[in-house]
Structure formats: C-alpha cells, structure tokens
C-alpha cells in the first residue's frame, strides 16, 4: 500500500529500495559509542544476515528480525530493486543514490537526518512520512528555512549541534534548536561558529562559549557521523531501478501474497505499476 500510494502519486520511472547492510556501523560506533546504543537487541536475539551490523556481540531484535526475509521476497517476486553497501546504512545507500541521479530524486523517508540531502537545484525533495504515508509532508529548501530557519546545507551542522537522541547523538549540552539555528545564522556553518568562539573578541555569549568548549572532543567527530555518504561504489545501473510494469515473478508474488495474506495490497500495487502515464524520469 505504501508503495502503491506513493507511485499512483508521484508516478516515478525509477525506484530503490534502500537496505541496511550494516544497521550500525563500527566505524560510526567508534566515533561516537553512544549512537544507536539504545536500540542494541538483547543477549539471545537472532541475527539474520540480511539484518547485520560490524559492531561485535550485536544483533537485531527477533521480532524484526523475522520480517526481514519477506520482505525481501516480496520485493524480488516484484521486481523492485534492493541496494545496500556492506559497512553502510540505507541512509548512505540513499544519499548517493540521491547525489549521482541523473534525474529529479524523491528521498521517501520518516527520518529527518535526510534532510541534509535536500538540494532544489538538482533537485532532491524528501516525502517526510513521519506522520504516515497518507499525511506525507513535501521537503524542500523553502520548508526546512520555514521549519528550522536554516537552509539545507546547514542541516548536517544543525544536527550536531542540536544533537538527535533517537540516534544516540548527545549533540551539545545547553544548545538547543533555537540556538543552534541562530549560531548557524550568524556564523554560516560549525567551523565558522567554532572560530567566532575561539576569538578573544568573540561575538559569542560567554555561556554558549563554555558549552561549545565542553563539547569540542564530540564536535570534532560528530558531522562525520551525520552527515550521509554520497559516493559509494553501488555497482548498480540506473536501468536496475527502472520502476517494472508488472512482478518479475508472478506466480511466487501472487503465493507470497497470498500466504502473507496481503492480496488486497497486492493488487493495488500491481495497479500502480500497471497505469500507463509517461512522466518526466525521475
């Protein structure tokens, strides 16, 4: 339904369904230890290899960790492509995805760490489904200036600054959204902020000073960890993620669907695939 909804909407030419290879990466893990520290599964839940992380002794809770094999069946019997990078998140995947399109991209995402990939002159739009599908908001520059009062270049900074506790990001003590917009406003970006800080004459009140200098160790490492990969070898054609207009494989799409019993969704998937309008790539 969700797809279904959003290609009857948006009528796309190209589709990707982006994958966690590695849902948290060591190498984020060892800049910052607390990210998604929180959401680590308990002692005897099961690892699946399609739900995998490089950080030792971790795996994904069981009641996720069953879902993922159908989910990957479903998307193969239609014929929808799954790109994902081993060590990366699907963030990542979609940021290069996003980055190299040689067409109009929407990120479809609940997460507001995509932001960051919002660029109206190539453009990349986010559909923000925080709120779910049905009341998906349209992100572009105009809305984050509106929401947050910085541009889209500036979100990777603003985040870390603010930081993101679903993430495990303690971002800067005492700094909050206004501040951190302010700062960004004043001073351009986090090295400007840092340097407008450090001077003697400094324009900065002595107290935010105080909570930038208690942070520095976290601020030296956190954009690394924000901000998404865009030039990952995906090894994958931009005919891979021509969007099909039927299941590659029917039969097993119509019995999955069926055992699922996800047959009223099924159709209405397989009726957004099948409506013959021609839209500009995207």
């Known amino acids: 339904d969700f797809i279904a909804h959003l290609v009857t909407t948006y009528r796309p030419t190209h589709l990707a369904c982006c994958w966690d290879n590695d849902w948290r990466p060591e190498w984020r893990v060892e800049l910052i230890p607390s990210y998604k520290a929180h959401r680590v ?13 490089t950080t030792p002794g971790e795996s994904a809770p069981d009641a996720l960790a069953a879902q993922v094999p159908m989910i990957l069946d479903v998307l193969a019997a239609l014929g929808l492509a799954v790109v994902g990078q081993d060590h990366y998140e699907a963030d990542d995947v979609i940021g290069t995805l996003a980055s190299t399109a040689p067409m109009a991209t929407d990120v479809v995402t609940g997460d507001r760490d995509l932001f960051q990939l919002v660029d109206d002159a190539k453009p990349v739009r986010v559909l923000y489904i925080a709120r779910g599908v049905g009341k998906h908001e349209v992100v572009d520059d105009a809305w984050i200036r509106g929401k947050y009062g910085i541009p889209a270049s500036a979100y990777v900074d603003y985040a870390t600054l603010r930081g993101d506790a679903s993430d495990g990001l303690p971002g ?42 208690a942070a520095i160790d976290y601020l030296a490492v956190a954009p690394t960890v924000v901000a998404v990969a865009r030039d990952l070898p995906l090894g994958v054609s931009w005919d891979a993620l021509a969007l099909p207009e039927g299941p590659a494989h029917p039969r097993t799409f119509s019995r999955l669907t069926e055992e699922l019993g996800l047959s009223g969704s099924a159709a209405r998937v397989l009726a957004s695939l099948a409506r013959d309008t021609a839209p500009a790539p995207s």
């Open 41 to 53: 599964a308990g002692g005897g839940d099961t690892v699946v290899p399609e739900m995998a992380t």
């Open 172 to 213: 800067v003590s005492g700094i909050g959204e206004k501040t951190a917009a302010s700062l960004l406003t004043s001073y351009g970006d986090l090295h400007g902020i840092l340097e407008a800080s450090s001077r003697k004459d400094s324009p900065v009140s002595g107290g935010v000073r105080s909570r930038l200098g």
